[in-house]
T-cell receptor, first 114, second 113 residues
Framework: DSGVTQTPKHLITATGQRVTLRCSPR?????VYWYQQSLDQGLQFLIH???????AKGNILERFSAQQFPDLHSELNLSSLELGDSALYFC?????????????FGSGTQLSVL | DQQVKQNSPSLSVQEGRISILNCDYT??????FLWYKKYPAEGPTFLIS?????DKNEDGRFTVFLNKSAKHLSLHIVPSQPGDSAVYFC????????????FGRGTSLIVHP
């Protein structure tokens, strides 16, 4: 058990809809990262928050947004969903922002857009 | 443009033999390299890491080798066990503003009994 909790585990929705993915980081970790894993793709970095502030953005679409709340949990909002958004979305946490830090991953949310 | 490449999507090895998983990178600024292991229906878990000041790091059955001039690293598992069957991701990051790990696409290792 990594200590990182992601909900829901599975999400099935239709094109054009909006969903929210939730992540609770490991106790004491201030950093939350969101990654997307599509079929045959590696883990694509979406966005990073540290102690409530956005610190880095990767290949995140404008239809996607995220935030980290004062209790450090994070939510990833996906709107105007398209078929191509179907993927496994991982949240990871770490203590800080050092390049050598290992990330602790949740078990992911499998999103299926039909 | 893939900065971290794992060119072998899959690898099959007999139990007890050595497994060698390879990873190449293009960004010379990378100075930390981490390997993660992922079982089905679980998130990746950290396995072993190496910094650019070293060329080898060992942890039990797992050894990572780094060849900076070739921009290549490899993960050796000796001896391989059926429980090692998983997807292995190579990740790289740099200091300063580039601390976000960049991941490869992963290599699926199957260890046959």
């Amino acid at each position: 058990d990594s200590g990182v909790t992601q909900t829901p585990k599975h999400l099935i929705t239709a094109t054009g809809q909006r969903v929210t993915l939730r992540c609770s980081p490991r106790s004491g970790d201030l950093s939350v990262y969101w990654y997307q894993q599509s079929l045959d793709q590696g883990l694509q970095f979406l966005i990073h928050y540290y102690n409530g502030e956005e610190r880095a953005k990767g290949n995140i679409l404008e239809r996607f947004s995220a935030q980290q709340f004062p209790d450090l949990h994070s939510e990833l909002n996906l709107s105007s969903l398209e078929l191509g958004d179907s993927a496994l979305y991982f949240c990871a946490s770490s203590l800080g922002t050092h390049a050598a830090e290992k990330l602790f991953f949740g078990s992911g949310t499998q999103l299926s857009v039909l | 443009d893939q900065q971290v490449k794992q060119n072998s999507p899959s690898l099959s090895v007999q139990e007890g033999r050595i497994s060698i998983l390879n990873c190449d990178y293009t960004n010379s600024m990378f100075d930390y390299f981490l390997w993660y292991k992922k079982y089905p229906a679980e998130g990746p878990t950290f396995l072993i890491s190496i910094s650019s000041i070293k060329d080898k790091n060992e942890d039990g059955r797992f050894t990572v080798f780094l060849n900076k001039s070739a921009k290549h690293l490899s993960l050796h598992i000796v001896p391989s066990q059926p429980g090692d069957s998983a997807v292995y991701f190579c990740a790289a990051s740099a200091g300063g503003g580039s601390y976000i790990p960049t991941f490869g696409r992963g290599t699926s290792l199957i260890v046959h009994p």
